[in-house]
């Protein structure tokens, strides 16, 4: 028995830690992580992180990064991770994605430089390998059944055994998705910031949908891997009405089931275990980490909602966040233009994305106040950053598109 955590020790927790309110703001970082789908160039096979035959793409990490001073490292989860010299870390994901998860930057370009020395001259390697690193939101051609679990370790085997009594969304989500994921600071405003990340979620995910094929078939989704994360448990996804965003938060965690406590198949939520003093500081901490909502407090605000994307388009999620939230007149600007977060509309995003005239309007509206706070930036983001933006946005936003719709005009036209 551990003594029970009280409620306002959390919420001061939430604040402090999650929130980052009460922290005197500094220069804001920028940070990212990009995931990487390694396929067979033959075959179109989901490639394994390690095989007694044939394609694996361990060996292929250990030999690049031989080449390039990484250092290998164990990890919790029963295979290796990797430690790059730029602070950067290349991990696995459960169904064998590879994650690059860059440290924080000052500036958009170093970020981006980061990212890119890393993704594309491992993409080249991995290509005379046989292995195409596919930046996608939904591994295209493969049933989950082809894709077994390949982390041994304790997190991800409870969470596999809670995910697979909800259904096969779960394990997809776990073994087949890809996302880039936009770390930004919350600012002098972090409640503010807060509201208008979780009130951007929907346009997040329709902008950067690139995820229309599953199983080779068009699925009726620009971002298939948006429909997987809306048939998991609303009990650890989605965004928040942010009327109260500390105290709903609280509220979220609390009553999500708590995977990593207990040995069983029954999954009780976080408040019981505490209520039965069996849950500590620590394990509050490690539940906090299992919890996935579109926008995740974590002393900086991760937005989780974006497909992954091709490397010459990195600039474009950097700029659409961090454009705003970081320059104050457009943030508060974002914030009268969307009003409150509105949660059911992240099923139309991934299903419609800009195919919607609605979401698009916006969508077109929000691009142009990112560019505009970018370019009103230049400690974070330098002319080229911004016109990489003004490129993207250009070619899918402005056009009611996104790179999914690429996707679907190659699979649809005639050979």
Do not use: K
């Amino acid at each position: 028995m551990t003594p029970v955590l009280a409620r306002a020790d959390l919420l001061h927790d939430l604040r402090t830690h999650a929130f980052a309110l009460g922290r005197a703001p500094g220069p804001p970082r920028i940070g990212a992580e990009v995931e990487l789908i390694p396929v067979c160039s033959d075959t179109g096979a989901q490639v394994p992180i390690a095989a007694p035959e044939g394609a694996s793409t361990l060996p292929l990490l250990r030999r690049f990064g031989a080449r390039h001073g990484w250092a290998e490292e164990a990890s919790e989860h029963g295979v290796p991770r990797f430690a790059l010299p730029d602070g950067g870390i290349v991990s696995y994901e459960p169904g064998g994605q590879i994650e690059l998860s860059a440290a924080p930057f000052f500036s958009a370009g170093a970020l981006l430089h980061s990212l890119r020395a890393t993704v594309v001259p491992l993409a080249q390697a991995a290509r005379e390998a046989g292995i195409e690193l596919l930046s996608v939101g939904v591994e295209p051609r493969n049933g989950i059944e082809s894709v077994p679990m390949q982390l041994p370790g304790r997190r991800y085997l409870r969470q596999t055994r809670f995910m697979e009594a909800i259904g096969t969304g779960g394990t997809r989500m776990m073994r087949q998705t890809a996302a880039m994921q936009v770390s930004v600071d919350f600012g002098a405003e972090p409640l503010a910031a807060w509201r208008v990340l979780n009130a951007m979620a929907p346009w997040v995910t329709a902008i950067f949908a690139n995820s229309p094929v599953y199983r080779g078939e068009p699925t009726g989704h620009r971002s298939y891997r948006a429909r997987i994360w809306r048939q998991l448990d609303g009990g650890r996804t989605g965004s928040f009405p942010c009327d109260d965003p500390v105290g709903e938060y609280l509220e979220f965690a609390l009553a999500a089931p708590a995977l990593l406590l207990g040995d069983g198949d029954r999954f009780r939520p976080f408040a019981e275990w505490n209520a039965h003093g069996c849950a500590g500081p620590a394990d509050w901490r490690a539940h906090l980490s299992t919890l996935f909502p579109e926008v995740r407090p974590r002393g900086f605000a991760e937005v989780r909602s974006a497909d992954a994307v091709a490397p010459e388009w990195y600039a474009a999620p950097l700029v659409l966040l961090a454009g705003i939230v970081h320059h104050p007149p457009n943030l508060r600007a974002a914030a009268e233009l969307l009003g409150a977060p509105d949660p059911p509309l992240l099923h139309a995003a991934g299903r419609d994305g800009l195919g919607d005239p609605r979401i698009a309007a916006v969508a077109r509206d929000l691009a142009d106040l990112a560019l505009a706070g970018a370019a009103a930036l230049p400690a974070l983001f330098a002319p080229e950053e911004v016109e990489e933006a003004d490129a993207f946005f250009a070619r899918y936003t402005r056009l009611s598109r996104s790179p999914a719709d690429d996707v679907l005009e190659r699979i649809t036209q005639p050979c």
